[in-house]
């Protein structure tokens, strides 16, 4: 049902700045990250993913960094645009486990201009 | 773009009414999910299939139930919705198949009220 008063963390950003969103997870069995946007009324957008044999993945405008160490994810966005303002989700899962993901508290992301 | 849909988008009803949220998927893929979500907050599995005739209970403790006779559409069904279930309930699939390791595409979502 309905949570109330809960807020999300939230990221001020101005637009050109980069921005470096982060994550902890959990289970440190978990092989496979997954970072989604979600914009408000939508539902995830798949952003990009990063396997835990990689520490460093880029695309494009887009970079994920993944410390098995401290169970610590994150998310960099370059040149931040308005259209960058979401939520900012990351789950993570393990293989064989049937693909069944776990998702972190998210982060509003605001980008002021 | 992925294809996958989920009707209606919102949805106002009264307690104790039977509903049931559509979810279709026009990719093939064998596996689906039900997740619900509350404003702000992160999603919940409550329900999953990995291909047809196959249906499980996700990690959130949910009254809906869920049907897979076809592998491009899993639709949720509350016999007797409460006051409680308002939520928004998003949809996705995933193709294991693939070289993305089983990414999840999801629906626009369904903002469901029960009043």
């Avoid at chain 1, 109330?4 to 496979?32: F, K, M, R, W």
């Avoid at chain 1, 408000?40 to 952003?47: L, T, V």
């Avoid at chain 2, 702000?40 to 409550?46: K, P, S, V």
Wanted: a neutral charge; aromatic letters at 8%; proline letters at 4%.
């Amino acid at each position: 049902g309905e949570s109330v008063g809960l807020h999300l963390p939230t990221l001020s950003v101005q637009e050109g700045d980069n921005s470096i969103i982060n994550c902890a997870y959990s289970n440190s069995a978990s092989d496979y990250f997954i970072w989604y946007k979600q914009e408000s009324g939508k539902g995830p957008q798949f952003i990009i993913d990063i396997r835990s044999n990689m520490d460093k993945r880029q695309g494009q405008r887009v970079t994920v960094l993944l410390n098995k160490t401290v169970k610590h994810l994150s998310l960099q966005i370059a040149a931040t645009q308005p259209g960058d303002s979401a939520v900012y989700f990351c789950a993570e899962t393990l293989t064989g486990g049937g693909n069944k993901l776990t998702f972190g508290t998210g982060t509003q992301l605001k980008v002021e201009l | 773009e992925a294809d996958i849909y989920q009707t209606p988008r919102y949805l106002v009803i009264g307690t104790g009414k039977k509903i049931t949220l559509e979810c279709s998927q026009t990719m093939g893929h064998d596996k689906m999910y039900w997740y619900q979500q509350d404003p702000g907050m992160e999603l919940h599995l409550i329900h999953y299939s990995y291909g047809v005739n196959s249906t499980e209970k996700g990690d959130l403790s949910s009254e809906s139930t869920v049907s897979r006779i076809r592998t491009e559409h899993f639709p949720l069904t509350l016999e007797s919705a409460r006051p409680s279930h308002t939520s928004q309930y998003l949809c996705a699939s995933s193709d294991v198949t693939r070289a993305l390791r089983g990414t999840q595409y999801f629906g626009p979502g369904t903002r469901l009220t029960v009043l």
